[in-house]
Antibody, heavy 116, light 106 residues
Framework: QVQLVQSGAEVRKPGSSVTVSCKTP????????VSWVRQAPGQGLEWLGR????????YYAQKFHDRVTITADASTNTVYLELRSLISDDTGMYYC?????????WGQGTLVTVSS | IVLTQSPGTLSMSPGERVTLSCRAS???????LAWYQQKPGQAPRLLIY???SRATGIPDRFSGTGSGTDFTLTIRRLEPEDFAVYYC?????????FGQGTKVEF
């Protein structure tokens, strides 16, 4: 069973930034691509973007392209999501998922709360 | 690509057959569409990929069909553990998207 392990819950003020991490096994499966998906309370799933860790290629949903950066550290098999200029609507659960295309493996989720 | 799922909510009983729809705003290339099940407090679970292939460990009462802009998830006979929210997702373009979900409730 492939495990993606995410960092813990975060609380941030509006206007600030947050970085969430996702540690992958680093094997062939997860090295292909890692996506980030978020879910606001009581709402549906929203794809934020993905990275191909081996080449550092990224794709971002148009809605987030100016506020989101996804990076990967090959030495630690960890993928990061940075979200900037936070607003209250960014409150929700953030998941990393893999591999490419269909998302077979999911992290446990990281709750990000944006509140003044 | 915008995915629209219908209906928003389905009220069903165990043993019934369920059909969920996912319609795309433009053709999904390569039948690159997946279905997920999500229960409260849990991460989504992959059910179907490439429109009709069942993921590992998924019971054969779940089946997917479709191509182009119209896709369907069918649950042949609802079990109590199938009451959940179901999402479709396309990965046929470089930017992926999810549908808004269909809740199957008792």
């Amino acid at each position: 069973q492939v495990q993606l392990v995410q960092s813990g819950a975060e609380v941030r003020k509006p206007g600030s930034s947050v970085t969430v991490s996702c540690k992958t096994p680093g094997d062939t499966v997860t090295s292909y691509a890692v996506s980030w998906v978020r879910q606001a309370p009581g709402q549906g799933l929203e794809w934020l973007g993905r990275i191909l860790p081996t080449v550092g290629l990224t794709y971002y949903a148009q809605k987030f392209h100016d506020r989101v950066t996804i990076t990967a550290d090959a030495s630690t098999n960890t993928v990061y999501l940075e979200l900037r200029s936070l607003i209250s609507d960014d409150t929700g659960m953030y998941y990393c998922a893999s591999p490419s295309g269909w998302l077979q493996y999911w992290g446990q989720g990281t709750l990000v709360t944006v509140s003044s | 690509i915008v995915l629209t799922q219908s209906p928003g909510t389905l009220s069903m009983s165990p043993g019934e057959r369920v059909t969920l729809s996912c319609r795309a705003s433009q053709s999904v290339s390569g039948k690159y569409l997946a279905w997920y099940q999500q229960k409260p407090g849990q991460a989504p679970r992959l059910l179907i990929y490439n429109a009709s292939s069942r993921a590992t460990g998924i019971p054969d009462r779940f089946s997917g069909t479709g191509s182009g802009t119209d896709f369907t998830l069918t649950i042949r006979r609802l079990e109590p553990e199938d009451f959940a929210v179901y999402y479709c997702q396309q990965y046929g373009s470089s930017l992926w998207t999810f549908g808004q979900g269909t809740k199957v409730e008792f």
